[in-house]
C-alpha cells in the first residue's frame, strides 16, 4: 500500500482517551527447540496474518513468531481513511506531532503479548515500515524502564529489528536518555538491527538513517544500520537473510536449517 501523500494533523482541542481495539494475532511455532520469542509488526494498512506467511518461511527454526494486528482507525496521513495502523501520523517527518497515545498503546500490547513467555525464551520485536516505528519507539520504553505515559515497561527486551521505518520521538530522545543512568545503561546494552532502501519512496531514506544516528547520539550504541542500494519500500531475500544471521548471533540461537 502506497501513501506517499501528506496530510497535516490538524490543530484543536485533544480527543479523549481512545479506546483501541487491536486485530487477530497470528502465531508461528517453532520447529525446533523454543529458544526466542519475536512480535512483528505490519506496515500501515496490512495485518498480521501477511506477516506470518512471510516469517514461516524463514530458517530461524527456534524462533516463536507472533504477528498481531493494529487497530482500525482514521489515519490523518490518508485524509481521515480508516485502515490499520499502530498510532495515527499526520506526515512521515520529524516535524510531524507524535501520537503518543497511540504508541503507547501499541507499545504496551506488544508487551502483553510477550509478557507471558517463558523466563528462559529471550524476546524481541521487530516490524516493517509503521511496525519499525513502534518496534523502535518501544526499544526507547525499554531503555527509559517506562512508557511515554510513565507507566512502568514491564519485559526485558532482548533485541529490536526495524525495516524501512523512522523513530517516533527523535527530537527529545537524547535529553531523556542522558538525564538517567539506568537509561543510559540499557540503552547502550540493547541491540538494534535498522535497515533501509535508498529508494524508498514512502519513508525516505534520510529518515530511516537519522533515526539511526539519533539512536546512536542519544546512547543506543549496540545499533546496526544497513543500507540496500536501489530497493524501494518493501524487503527483499537478501535483506531478509542478513536479518536471519543478525537475530541468529544476538539471539544466540542453535544453528538455522539449510
Known amino acids: 500500500m502506497s501513501y506517499q501523500q501528506h496530510f497535516s494533523m490538524g490543530s484543536g482541542s485533544r480527543p479523549a482517551r481512545r479506546n483501541f481495539e487491536f486485530g487477530r494475532t497470528c502465531v508461528v511455532r517453532p520447529q525446533g527447540k523454543h529458544q526466542a520469542t519475536i512480535v512483528w509488526l505490519h506496515g500501515l494498512g496490512d495485518n498480521g496474518s501477511s506477516c506470518s506467511q512471510l516469517l514461516e518461511n524463514l530458517p530461524l527454526p527456534n524462533i516463536k513468531w507472533i504477528c498481531p494486528t493494529a487497530p482500525t482507525r482514521p489515519v490523518a496521513l490518508l485524509g481521515g481513511f480508516p485502515c490499520t495502523a499502530w498510532f495515527d501520523v499526520g506526515e512521515i517527518s520529524e516535524e510531524s506531532p507524535d501520537d503518543w497515545e497511540g504508541l503507547d498503546a501499541s507499545a504496551a500490547h506488544i508487551a502483553n503479548l510477550l509478557s507471558t513467555e517463558p ?28 512508557y511515554g505515559n510513565g507507566n512502568a515497561y514491564p519485559i526485558n527486551l532482548r533485541a529490536v529489528v526495524g525495516l524501512s521505518g523512522w523513530l517516533p520521538g527523535s527530537r527529545s530522545l537524547r535529553t531523556k536518555v542522558e538525564g538517567s543512568h539506568e537509561a543510559a545503561r540499557r540503552a547502550a546494552s540493547l541491540p538494534i538491527f535498522i535497515c533501509h532502501g535508498t529508494s524508498d519512496d514512502v519513508v525516505p531514506y534520510n529518515y530511516g538513517e537519522k533515526s ?14 544497513k543500507s540496500y542500494e536501489g530497493l524501494g519500500h518493501y524487503t527483499v531475500p537478501r535483506e531478509m537473510d542478513e536479518v536471519r544471521n543478525w537475530l541468529t548471533a544476538r539471539l544466540g540461537l542453535d544453528g538455522s536449517r539449510s
Request: proline share 0%; charged share 10%.
Open 119 to 146: 523466563a528462559d525464551v529471550k524476546i524481541a520485536i521487530g516490524g516493517f515500515s509503521m511496525g519499525a516505528a513502534t518496534a523502535l519507539y518501544s526499544a526507547t520504553c525499554a531503555a527509559f524502564g517506562r
Open 212 to 225: 539511526a544516528q539519533c539512536l546512536n547520539t542519544a546512547g543506543f550504541r549496540n545499533l546496526t544500520f
